[in-house]
């Protein structure tokens, strides 16, 4: 019985769906054996029918589920002539069993087509919302990948233009250094001239003049 659990466990909605017949018959097989080990010991079957049954149909119901749709009808097929042939044997605790699955199971005891038409409907239904969610999860990589690409492109942008700035601001500080050095050469060049020195001593006669006067004033 523990079997059944550990096939059941390797099933996940990210993995694949079962698409081999006799992938999902290997459960049955499986089941079988233990029936069989059970029924060696009467008593011991009789003791632990009910469970064994549980423990069969709730594995059934979940495997039921991952299977795809000409798969999960075969196995449909076969699951309701096993469980009428279980109900009959009364090999069925229904106590074993929750309110839903006690229910599942009154139905399909009246109609045996009620398995395939829910529970299969339920699986194209689950293969749908599955396919749905991997379209969504491949336009979400598109997005992301088309925001990696504008982002790596604005950030290229923003690179050149930060490289012409700084280009722009290195030639206008040049420009300006050499703005201001041929200033100085102009004002040492015309220092050094005649014309410049001759005015400086033009310059000096009268503003010599101007402090002797004063300094006579000041003494009278």
């Not at 549980?54 to 076969?78: N, P």
């Not at 339920?122 to 336009?139: A, E, G, T």
């Amino acid at each position: 019985m523990c079997v059944s659990a550990a096939i059941c466990e390797k099933v996940y909605r990210d993995t694949v769906w079962i698409d081999d017949s006799q992938i999902a018959f290997t459960v049955n097989r499986a089941y079988d054996r233990i029936k069989d080990m059970l029924m060696t010991d009467w008593e011991v079957w009789q003791k632990w029918k009910g469970y064994y049954s549980s423990q069969r149909w709730v594995c059934y119901y979940e495997l039921l589920h991952w299977m795809t749709e000409d798969v999960g009808w075969e196995f449909a097929e076969r699951m309701a002539v096993e469980f009428h042939r279980s109900y009959e044997n009364d090999e069925i605790d229904e106590e074993l069993f929750s309110l839903e699955e006690r229910s599942n199971l009154y139905i399909l005891a009246k109609d045996p087509g009620y398995v395939k038409r829910f529970y299969l409907g339920k699986v194209i239904l689950d293969k749908r919302v599955y396919d749905c969610k991997n379209k969504v999860n491949d336009l979400e990589k598109v997005v992301a990948e088309k925001d990696r690409m504008m982002q790596a492109q604005r950030k290229s942008y923003e690179q050149r233009l930060a490289k012409k700035q700084a280009e722009h601001e290195k030639m206008c500080s040049r420009l300006e250094q050499q703005r201001l050095l041929e200033l100085e050469q102009q004002k040492q060049k015309y220092e050094s001239s005649v014309t410049f020195k001759a005015g400086r001593v033009i310059m000096f006669i009268p503003s010599g003049i101007k402090r002797l006067v004063f300094r006579m004033m000041k003494k009278e």
